[in-house]
């Protein structure tokens, strides 16, 4: 299995830890472990130019920096999404790297790896902001097509610390371990649940009326339009 983490910070803090927990978790003998550390790879903020969506990705002002992240992405047979929570939220490169992926959603350009992956998203809080960060991140990964998308996240650890000096430590560990068997057994057998196939229904629908020549273009090429499916 080849794991891939977006990392949203590079400190050595709460994040870190968790994720590290998880991977030491998640990976077996031979899987691959790739990671993605925001914004040491890429800081790029997206300038809402739209023209990924509407002329196509490589005319995207930031391609040469973000094309080869994306390609470590579509590799990925599992995705972690770990990230700090800032101001209520994921933290601003996170942000910045999701917002390059628009033209990927179900709604525009969907590629056929995201159907047959798995996901997981890390959010680390000193207090409130977890859940509004996670249903973030969980969305992103939805429209991207992921069918199965799990979820950790934690409050009222040690600010600037890790879980390592919460008196909470055993039962963060416990928490993780039982989540992690959870997300192994998906990841060895991905499925595209309803939800997903509703969607991707919809979308279909949309793109006969082709709002946007390019994206009906694409959807006609890869034969959706016709009743082909990518899962």
Not at 53 to 61: A, D, N, S, T, V
Not at 84 to 100: E, G, Q, Y
Not at 126 to 134: E, F, K, L, P
Not at 211 to 221: G, I, Q, S, T
């Amino acid at each position: 299995m080849n794991i891939l983490t977006i990392i949203g910070t590079p400190r050595k803090g709460n994040t870190r830890a968790l994720n590290d927990l998880f991977k030491a978790e998640l990976a077996d003998e031979g899987d691959t472990l790739d990671e993605i550390v925001l914004p040491r790879d890429f800081g790029d903020i997206c300038c809402g130019c739209t023209s990924c969506i509407l002329h196509g990705e490589e005319k995207c002002p930031h391609r040469d920096r973000i094309a080869p992240l994306i390609e470590r992405l579509e590799k990925a047979d599992l995705i972690i999404l770990a990230t700090p929570v800032f101001v209520m939220s994921c933290s601003s490169a996170m942000k910045a790297f999701l917002d390059h992926l628009a033209f990927m959603w179900l709604v525009h350009r969907p590629r056929e790896a995201f159907f047959n992956k798995t996901a997981l998203v890390i959010a680390a809080a000193a207090g409130s902001g977890v859940g509004d960060t996670v249903k973030l991140m969980k969305k992103n990964l939805f429209y991207l097509g992921v069918p199965q998308v799990f979820d950790y996240g934690i409050t009222a650890i040690k600010m600037g610390g890790n879980y390592e000096e919460s008196p909470r430590k055993e039962t963060i560990k416990r928490q993780v371990s039982a989540k992690a068997a959870r997300v192994k057994r998906a990841a060895a057998r991905p499925r595209v649940g309803l939800k997903t196939r509703l969607f991707f229904n919809i979308f279909r629908i949309a793109q006969k009326k082709g709002w946007n020549k390019l994206d009906a273009d694409y959807w006609c090429e890869k034969g959706w339009l016709d009743g082909k499916k990518p899962f």
